[in-house]
């Protein structure tokens, strides 16, 4: 069973910056595109950025120039950092990877921006 553990989610102002990591126990983990999505209380889940098997990266409008993507096929791990926070950034990240018909989801880290 795929395993993805996520870590650096905290309580931040705003302005401030988090950086958020993925370690997946999947060897294959290159074949994969990895994402990161987050879901705020009575919100849809939305899919916040995406880094392909080939590096490209893609962002929701709502983040771009404050959030980056990067991956490490080295190390199967997958990170997010996030400058420049927003009370709307406030939400439970998911770190997600999926090729084909296999998609599988971390447990969730939580993200808090406020005074």
């Known amino acids: 069973q795929v395993q993805l553990v996520e870590s650096g989610g905290g309580l931040v102002q705003p302005g401030g910056s988090l950086r958020l990591s993925c370690a997946a126990s999947e060897i294959m983990f290159s074949f994969y595109a990895m994402n990161w999505y987050r879901q705020a209380p009575g919100k849809q889940r939305e899919l916040v950025a995406t880094?392909?098997?080939?590096?490209?990266?893609n962002y929701a409008d709502s983040v771009k120039g404050r959030f980056t993507i990067s991956r490490d096929d080295a190390k199967n791990t997958v990170d997010l950092q996030m400058n420049s926070l927003k009370p709307e950034d406030t939400a439970t990240y998911y770190c997600?990877?999926?090729?084909?018909?296999?998609?599988?989801w971390g447990q969730g880290t939580q993200v808090t921006v406020s005074s």
């Open positions: 997600n990877m999926k090729s084909g018909g296999r998609e599988y």
């Open positions: 880094a392909t098997i080939t590096g490209i990266t």
